[in-house]
């Protein structure tokens, strides 16, 4: 992940993920969302859990943990949804907790989430 992602004077969103936390710049955040009704997709690689509808748009759901590797979710624990626009196209990312909005300053304690790695092949 480039470290270049978190700049001067950029807001990000937080997020938490298997104990790790992420910032996104703020300007690629579309929503934060609870979960529900992710419709299937046939034959998709195990990090897409599916299709939920966002608005006028159909959004391509991911379980973050399974993109980065990370361990996976427990069925008690909670989930998070936070969606991101990348490529022109719209991703929910699943995570643990959605943290809140925060200056570039605090965003740095955090890694930066390289989307365009999350949602690729």
């Known amino acids: 992940m480039a470290t270049d992602l978190v700049t ?12 790790r936390a992420f910032a996104v710049p ?9 979960l529900g009704g992710v419709t299937p997709v046939p034959f998709a690689p195990p990090k897409v859990r599916g299709l939920i ?3 006028n ?7 973050l ?3 980065l590797g990370l361990s996976a979710r427990q069925a008690s624990e909670a989930e998070a949804g936070l969606t991101v626009e990348e ?7 699943i995570v643990d907790v959605v943290e809140g909005v925060v200056p570039e300053a605090t965003a740095r304690r955090s ?3 390289d989307l365009a790695t999350v949602v690729g092949p």
């Open 8 to 19: 001067r004077d950029q807001t990000h969103v937080t997020i938490q993920a298997a104990g």
């Open 26 to 34: 703020l300007e690629r955040v579309r929503d934060a969302v609870t």
């Open 53 to 55: 509808k966002a608005g």
């Open 57 to 63: 748009a159909v959004s391509t759901v991911i379980d």
């Open 65 to 67: 943990r399974t993109a």
């Open 87 to 93: 490529g022109g196209h719209l991703y929910t990312l």
């Open 111 to 113: 890694e930066p989430l």
